[in-house]
T-cell receptor, first 111, second 110 residues
Framework: DADVTQTPRNRITKTGKRIMLECSQT?????MYWYRQDPGLGLRLIYY???????NKGEISDGYSVSRQAQAKFSLSLESAIPNQTALYFC??????????FGPGTRLTVL | KQEVTQIPAALSVPEGENLVLNCSFT??????LQWFRQDPGKGLTSLLL?????REQTSGRLNASLDKSSGRSTLYIAASQPGDSATYLC?????????FGTGTRLKVLA
């Protein structure tokens, strides 16, 4: 079984819809992250969390929110999706050394 | 703000060659630096993590070095194979935030 799983893997939605992307991990790590990847821009950090009660904004948090429901679960929400949020979204975890493990990604298309 | 540059952006080599991928970063106040590979349409696979106090790390045919003072890291791949074809990303981290380069797209020809 994969250590970091993301659901859904693909999603097509319309402008204005609320979308939730979910991430679960079995690695027992406290630290979890959400990134988006766009062609030519690389990966950019959206939010990160170092434990259940800790939520921090990353480089590009506008238009997104997160929830850390448990140590193993970290979800990303787009309250009102817009076309420029079309991207590949990755969840990651890390141990205290900083070694990151990534999920397989969610491809989101906003029409 | 940390800026990360990876050179070259793309590289095509015949199988068996030894090669070097470069990563430079503007803020030397980092805790560590990680190298990843990404296959097309897939997630990232962690390759090596170098802590700021270390100079290099090795894993199999891969060797990564770090020179914090000059803001540089290199990933050395020995005896390249077609299966090494992927995009390689470096990510220095400071204040717990990872900043990624845009990667080097490597193609190893059989």
């Amino acid at each position: 079984d994969a250590d970091v799983t993301q659901t859904p893997r693909n999603r097509i939605t319309k402008t204005g819809k609320r979308i939730m992307l979910e991430c679960s991990q079995t690695k027992g790590h406290d630290r979890m992250y959400w990134y988006r990847q766009d062609p030519g821009l690389g990966l950019r950090l959206i939010y990160y969390s170092f434990d259940v009660k800790d939520i921090n904004k990353g480089e590009i948090s506008d238009g997104y929110s997160v929830s850390r429901q448990a140590q193993a679960k970290f979800s990303l929400s787009l309250e009102s999706a817009i076309p420029n949020q079309t991207a590949l979204y990755f969840c990651a975890t890390s141990d205290r050394t900083g070694f990151q493990f990534f999920g397989p990604g969610t491809r989101l298309t906003v029409l | 703000k940390q800026e990360v540059t990876q050179i070259p952006a793309a590289l095509s080599v015949p199988e068996g060659e030894n090669l070097v991928l470069n990563c430079s970063f503007t803020d030397s106040a980092i805790y560590n630096l990680q190298w990843f590979r990404q296959d097309p349409g897939k997630g990232l696979t962690s390759l090596l993590l170098i802590q700021s106090s270390q100079r290099e790390q090795t894993s199999g045919r891969l060797n990564a070095s770090l020179d914090k003072s000059s803001g540089r890291s290199t990933l050395y791949i020995a005896a390249s194979q077609p299966g090494d074809s992927a995009t390689y990303l470096c990510a220095p981290t400071g204040t717990y935030k990872y900043i990624f380069g845009t990667g080097t797209r490597l193609k190893v020809l059989a």
